[in-house]
């Protein structure tokens, strides 16, 4: 059997993926991050450093759009369930800038919330899901390592334009649990599937419609064949997997990553690849 006989498989053999992407850091994260952890979903949120409101900030009554102030996003997102992602500064239309404001606005970005959470963020939402050929560029130039549009593609195809990344759905989508029990009921022999959802959590009370996230919860919980990650490690696993390296008779692979990856075959056989090792296929 060559290299091209073994599709992609997530960790411990899964064959599908879910993950989440949620913007503007908001009040009612908390409570979508609690629904996460509740039924074991994970995800990512995307916030402007430089829209964080004061600390004892209250807004009008009514007012549905309300950011956290920077005590408050420490405690929400110190959840294992949550990624923290950027989504520009100060939350501009980034083709609307010259390149090096489009600079400013990423690296400050991610600079303000690295030095706040800790570690490297190296994922991304576009602010309004616009941009251009030379913010994409920008982007790749500041480290970011995938960003999400607004478009929706109503599959679940894996990513291929990381910069450009598309979601399956928004929540609001009328087809929404359509395409979760599509998802739920395909049994996969060939390329793995991922479900991508996105949306703002401030739209659930806006609409009083926490029941839409949570029934979409209910039907794609605790699925085996199913990864439930955050964006960044679907992004890593699968660069993990890009990376491996077939011998020339496509009878050995090395992984020289530190991620564990999964092969699989379209008789459900499942090749365990450990990080820093080679296997044989044979
Ligand atoms: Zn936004």
């Known amino acids: 059997m060559g290299a091209n006989c073994y599709y992609m498989r997530f960790p411990e053999g899964r064959t599908k993926a ?12 908390e409570r979508l991050i609690q629904l996460m952890e509740q039924y074991g979903f994970k995800g990512t949120f995307n916030l402007s450093y430089g829209c964080t409101p004061p600390e004892g900030v209250t807004y009008e009554p009514g007012r549905v759009h309300r950011r956290m102030p920077f005590s408050w ?5 110190a959840s294992a369930n949550v990624e923290v992602a950027i989504h520009g500064l100060t939350h501009p239309h980034l083709e609307r800038y010259p390149a090096s404001k489009v600079m400013h606005e990423i690296i400050e970005d991610r ?16 602010p309004y899901g616009t941009y251009s050929d030379e913010v994409v560029e920008v982007l790749r130039l500041a480290g ?28 609001k989508n009328p087809r929404l649990m359509e395409l979760a029990d599509n998802f739920a009921s395909m049994e996969i022999s060939g390329e793995a599937k991922l479900f991508y959802l996105w949306g703002h959590s401030y739209e659930f009370e806006g609409d009083q419609n926490w029941t839409v996230i949570e029934n979409f919860f209910k039907r794609l919980t605790g699925m085996p064949d199913t990864w439930y990650a955050t964006n960044i490690e679907i992004y890593d696993y699968i660069q993990a997997y890009e990376r491996l390296y077939y ?34 296929l044979k």
């Open 247 to 280: 011998s020339s008779d496509g009878q050995r692979v090395q992984n020289p990553s530190v991620i564990d990856v999964w092969l699989g075959t379209r008789k459900g056989e499942v090749i365990y690849v450990p990080a820093g090792k080679t296997v044989d």
């Open 144 to 171: 970011i390592c995938y960003s999400r549009t607004t478009k929706s593609t109503e599959r679940f195809d894996l990513p291929t334009d990381w910069l450009r990344l598309p979601a399956t759905c928004h929540h």
């Open 111 to 126: 600079k303000g919330w690295e030095e706040f959470f800790g570690g490297v963020i190296r994922g991304m939402a576009y």
């Open 18 to 29: 879910i993950t989440l992407s949620y913007d503007d850091g908001v009040e009612q994260d």
């Open 73 to 77: 996003l420490k405690r929400v997102y």
